[in-house]
């Protein structure tokens, strides 16, 4: 048991155990904050992948941004700040075993594949993965047009979101 | 290595030699020099803060014309420590309904954003935190932090009046963010990388905020708007919402959210020298010996804290509907149009000399800023002339 | 040292909860939040599968950012749409809105 396994170990719990308070605890306040736990453990993995530029963008895009939104439309669709009824659906046990089935399916199929439990290679030492990144963002032959797209997406939704949230008196 | 010209390497030397000879394991002994390293910078900046705040206070005093605290100790030195002396003998109270786990976070979390910044700020050629290759957004992330501290402590709270100022104080810092991502871009383009150490070797020769004025103020402006600090205050707009999303905290709480507000101050200061006001570099001085441009590097971010103070207590606050549109309609454009000139330029001039460079960039700045000033004098010349002519057409109406 | 199957297995567990998530709650807003539970399951896969095959292959971490910026507008018009609902409504609750335009 190495430091690293160690680390991923806790990581690992730190998320799984988040994103079940988020999906089970009755005050959606609290279960918007424990996404925001789930998130940066999120990005704690995606350091430990040694992918630094997407665990600093997914700080600040969900959690500084996505999270709050979810935190700002909980207070403004309630007409008291209390939760009220029951927050599952009836029969949610039929639910969980469908989510334990959509796990032990995933599992099965991904341990027949033969890469599964392959190790890392080593991440070379001075490699520049974030301006590769850039490189691969903006060259023609590479993923420009996905990233000109995407950001037409934003335009739109900005748009869209804009116009369905808007208070017309 | 010599403790005068490498003091970080030569103190962790020293300990892991200790550590390790009184029989510890390596790793530990690599776990436990790093964890005394990151108790040390939190401490030095705890300490420093308590310094700023009888600078502050000096500081609004001599604005106002008067003369500040002078009566504890000379110059009034000890008035801090009056000060968190008062503040830890407070009455600790918690507001009824309010969320106990959730209310107690908040000012941690606010505290933590702020101390969190100084792990990569580059105090020395060789002193610093983390050479993170992604500073930059690094701070962006950290203050998403500070953000959702604030919500969380006014829902917390329990409290109409703390909400609506967290809900204003969100929306100034979720919008402010995009000027200063997009001015933040500046120094990475002219340096090449986004990580704090790139960004200062990068000024060796000429500061950056000679070739990019304008990218300076802009993120000077936004950075002031992300601090919560006047104009753009209205957390604490005390005339109106008495304390904003602060209201409820009182004692030790309340003095670890305004030590947060100080210190996130001067780091955004610092972190101005840093980008634009050339780090730790003083014209060869730096190269006497790290401590030399520890000093220089807080004497900058000092000044960076003195402007930042100087338009605090000069300007009046805006209001909300203002502030907002100020970033979304002159400052974010405004802030776009300096990064892709300034990235255009950069791309034409970077192989010609140092001195066609600078001047080239220096240019492009001032005729931008001279084009600006035009644009605004034009809609400030319509808006006027309409409510002079809607004013003599009252006036001709009443004769 | 960590072989891929811890991150594989985190990820399918991730996606597991997050589908839970949208099952079995009545609040719109908290079946939202199941999907970006699901949605994040989804980027730890692909930026593990950059880490584990070719580095020098940025398909993982530019599609992941990719992911980033639909969950982002996702997020943003499902939650305009929530809060619109809500004005006209007056709750959230999803088994309550089965009704269209009357």
């Known amino acids: 048991m190495t430091a690293m396994q160690i680390f991923f170990l806790i990581t690992g719990l730190v998320i799984l155990g988040s994103a079940l308070m988020v999906v089970t605890t009755r005050n959606l306040i609290h279960a918007a904050l424990w996404l925001i736990v789930t998130l940066f453990g999120v990005a704690v993995l995606y350091a430990i992948l040694n992918a630094s530029f997407l665990a600093v963008v997914q700080v600040v895009v969900y959690i500084g941004a996505i999270a709050i939104l979810f935190i700002f439309a909980v207070m403004l669709t309630r007409k008291e700040m209390r939760d009220r009824g029951p927050q599952l659906n009836k029969g949610w046990w039929l639910n969980a075993i469908i989510a334990l089935l959509t796990f032990g399916g995933l599992f099965w199929m991904l341990q027949s594949w033969n890469g599964f439990s392959k190790t890392a290679a080593d991440f070379p030492s001075g490699y520049d993965a974030v301006g590769q990144l850039g490189r691969a963002l903006i060259s023609p032959d590479a993923f420009v047009l996905p990233f000109e797209v995407a950001s037409v997406l934003l335009l739109a939704a900005l748009v869209g979101a804009v116009y369905i949230a808007f208070n017309r008196k | ?399 | 040292m960590i072989p891929l199957s811890w991150f594989l297995i985190l990820s399918a567990a991730l996606f597991s909860i997050g589908l839970f998530g949208v099952l079995s709650r009545r609040n719109a807003v908290a079946i939202l939040l199941g999907i970006e539970l699901m949605l994040n399951a989804a980027n730890i896969n692909l930026v593990s599968f950059w880490r584990y095959g070719d580095i020098s292959l940025m398909a993982g971490q530019v599609f992941a950012i990719i992911v980033f910026a639909v969950a982002a507008s996702e997020v943003a018009v499902g939650l305009a749409l929530v809060i619109s609902v809500y004005r006209r409504r007056n709750t959230v609750i999803a088994d309550e809105l089965d009704l269209l335009k009357w």
């Open chain 2, 1 to 399: 290595m010599n403790f005068w010209f490498d003091p970080v390497n030569f103190i962790a030397h020293w300990l892991n030699s200790l550590l390790v000879g009184w029989g510890m394991a390596e790793w530990l002994a690599a776990l436990i020099i790093q964890l005394v390293g990151v108790v040390v910078l939190i401490s030095l900046m705890m300490v420093f803060d308590v310094f700023l705040v009888w600078v502050e206070r000096k500081v609004v005093a001599r604005f106002q014309d008067r003369l500040g605290p002078n009566r504890v100790g000379p110059f009034g030195i000890f008035q801090p420590f009056a000060d968190i002396i008062k503040l830890i003998i407070k009455e600790d109270i918690t507001p009824d309904g309010a969320d106990k786990v959730v209310y107690n976070l908040a000012p941690i979390l606010s505290l933590m954003s702020v101390l969190l910044l100084w792990a990569i700020v580059p105090l020395a050629p060789v002193i610093f935190g983390v050479d993170l290759n992604v500073g930059a957004l690094y701070i962006v992330a950290a203050g998403s932090i500070g953000t959702l501290s604030i919500i969380m402590a006014a829902w917390s709270s329990n409290n109409k009046y703390a909400l609506i100022g967290a809900f204003r104080q969100v929306a100034v810092l979720i919008s402010f963010e995009i000027p200063m991502i997009a001015t933040m871009l500046i120094p990475t383009i002219l340096a090449g990388s986004m990580g704090m150490n790139e960004i200062v070797r990068g000024q060796q020769t000429v500061w950056y905020v000679v070739l990019a004025p304008l990218a300076a103020l802009t993120f000077l402006i936004a950075a002031i708007a992300e601090l919560g600090r006047s104009p753009f205050d209205l957390n604490e707009a005390e005339s109106e919402i008495v304390a904003g999303f602060h209201i409820e905290y009182t004692g030790m709480k309340f003095g670890l959210f305004y030590a947060g507000e100080l210190l996130h101050a001067f780091t955004f200061g610092g972190f101005w020298a840093v980008l634009f006001l050339g780090g730790y570099h003083f014209f060869g001085l730096e190269n006497l010996g790290p401590l030399v441009a520890v000093v220089i590097l807080f004497a900058k971010a000092m000044f960076g804290y003195w402007v930042i103070m100087w338009i605090r207590y000069t300007v009046m606050r805006m209001r909300i509907d203002h502030m907002l549109a100020f970033n979304w309609k002159f400052l974010t454009p405004v802030a776009f149009v300096v990064l892709m000139l300034t990235a255009l330029m950069n791309t034409l001039l970077r192989n010609t000399s140092s001195v066609v460079y600078i001047a080239g960039m220096l240019l492009t700045n001032v005729l931008l800023c001279w084009i600006i000033v035009e644009i605004l004098r034009g809609f400030s010349r319509a808006e006027r002339e309409r409510t002079e002519g809607v004013a003599s057409a009252t006036v001709a109406a009443h004769h």
